[in-house]
């Protein structure tokens, strides 16, 4: 089982940053694929960013540019940094441990609470 705890959520003004962390009981190179998804009430969960093996690193064209992705193997952590926070930001995120092959495994952390004022 890995174990992910999310940190760094919080209230910002539109135009500002903030760095959440996901905290990994196992190496994140073990880990195929790690992603941060986001959750608004009344609306699919999104994935925004996602890394795998702890080096390559894809996003959604919509977020590109504004979310940057990235891993520290000797922290287990996986960051993300968003920049230029609007209102529609606002979101819980969530940080995801996937593999899709043996041994398949889908964890989810507790999310971390975004919101985003104007």
């Known amino acids: 089982q890995v174990q992910l705890m999310e940190s760094g959520g919080g209230l910002v003004q539109a135009g500002g940053s903030l760095r959440l962390s996901c905290r990994t009981s196992?190496?994140?190179?073990?880990?195929?694929?790690m992603a941060w998804y986001r959750q608004a009430p009344g609306k699919r969960r999104e994935l925004v960013a996602s890394?795998?093996?702890?080096?390559?690193?894809n996003y959604p064209g919509s977020v590109k540019g504004r979310f940057t992705i990235s891993g520290d193997n000797t922290q287990n952590t996986v960051y993300l940094e968003i920049e230029n926070l609007q209102p529609e930001d606002t979101a819980v995120y969530y940080c995801?441990?996937?593999?899709?092959?043996?041994?398949?495994?889908?964890?989810w952390g507790q999310g971390t609470q975004v919101t985003v004022s104007f």
């Open positions: 995801n441990a996937l593999s899709t092959q043996f041994p398949r495994f889908d964890y």
């Open positions: 890394i795998n093996r702890g080096k390559r690193i």
């Open positions: 196992r190496n994140i190179s073990m880990i195929p694929i």
